[in-house]
């Protein structure tokens, strides 16, 4: 009988993407991890165990989420409190009527995103062209890279510390820029060369790689660990916790939108047997956080799939699907079996 840590080494090597790798967990620890592929193509370079991968979105969960849910705890902020109430700097502006949930469940009518980096330089000068940015006349709910980098800058105004501390501090993490060895992405015809160990994410760049839709870097222990404290319910309060994993927002096409976090059946995100609880995150770059609280497992996948250019998603995803189907079947149909 094939192993779990066999399969999952199996579909690692299948795998479309050029690199990937993959952890598999339990609330009490790895159940199975693989690392397979060529990790920059332009030099044939093997990825590593401890190999650091550009997180792209996931960001948003693993970095900003907590640190807002944070201030939250402290007293700082609150669910249902306008932005220009508890920020000094959206005061006046269009954003300052939302509400921190309305940024953390995508439906304050912010765009999904605004190209700054074509025409601005500096965080500053981003953050508060995202501060201008109008809101939409009907409620509506988007998907929004912009709702997460003001939240990232608001959390560094109230906290007063940078995201690079809060995020090193909280996970390991790191902001903006690879400190190891660091699996390649694309080749952006904006920066005219291969991104290696610096972030994908045009707007996080010209902020200086740090914001909080984008620009955490991690290797696969640090993410699966950052990921299993939230199925393990110890990432944030108990009920934070049940907030965020609660339905705060449904969009067009089944989207469901907990604070941060995509609820099942979003996008498909859970593959074609998510559990009804299920909750996740992704990444631009192929990167993927999964979460089944009922069944009591989770995986993290983290990929290049746009190394070395960005191509269509559909491989990349049918391949996740393959992964979380067998898990399904191997993790929690067994236990299932198995009280």
């Known amino acids: 009988m094939t192993s779990l840590a066999e399969q999952v080494t199996a579909l690692a090597r ?3 993407m050029p690199a990937v790798a993959v952890c598999v967990f339990d609330r009490q620890g790895v ?3 693989a690392v397979h592929g060529v990790a920059d193509l332009s030099v044939g370079r093997p990825a590593t165990a401890d190999e650091w991968w550009d997180l792209a979105s996931l960001t948003k969960t ?3 989420l907590p640190e807002v849910l944070s201030l939250v705890a402290d ?3 609150a669910l249902e409190q306008p932005l220009a109430e508890c920020w000094h700097r959206a005061v006046g502006r269009p954003v300052g009527r939302a509400t921190v949930a309305d940024l953390l469940s995508h439906r304050s009518g912010l765009p999904a995103t605004v190209p700054f980096f074509r025409t601005l330089t500096g965080r500053a000068a981003v953050v508060d062209a995202a501060l201008r940015t109008e809101l939409a006349d009907q409620p509506r709910v988007v998907y929004s890279d912009l709702g997460f980098l003001l939240l990232g800058a608001m959390v560094e105004d109230l906290a007063d510390e940078s995201l690079t501390v809060l995020a090193r501090r909280r996970t390991g993490l790191h902001m903006g820029r690879a400190p190891g060895r660091a699996a390649a992405t694309e080749h952006c015809p904006w920066r005219r060369r291969l991104i290696v160990g610096e972030v994908h ?4 760049w010209t ?3 740090v914001a909080g839709h984008a620009g955490a870097f991690g290797t696969l222990q640090l993410v699966s660990s950052a990921a299993r404290s939230w199925l393990a319910e110890q990432a944030v309060s108990p009920d934070l916790h049940a907030a965020a994993r609660s339905c705060w927002a449904t969009g067009h096409d089944t989207e469901r939108f907990g604070l941060g976090w995509w609820l099942t059946p979003t996008r498909g995100l859970g593959g074609p047997v998510a559990g009804p609880d299920g909750y996740g995150c992704s990444g631009f770059v192929g990167n993927r956080v999964w979460l089944e609280p009922s069944r009591g ?3 993290v996948i983290l990929s290049n799939r746009v190394h070395p250019r960005r191509d269509v998603r559909a491989p990349f995803a049918a391949w996740c699907d393959r992964l979380l189907a067998m898990l399904a079947t191997e993790v929690w149909s067994q236990g299932d079996s198995n009280p």
């Open 14 to 16: 299948a795998a479309p």
């Open 31 to 33: 159940l199975a991890r």
């Open 75 to 77: 007293g700082r902020l």
């Open 207 to 209: 902020m200086g790689g």
């Open 201 to 204: 994410d045009e707007n996080a």
């Open 297 to 299: 497992y989770g995986v």
């Open 62 to 64: 693993l970095v900003t």
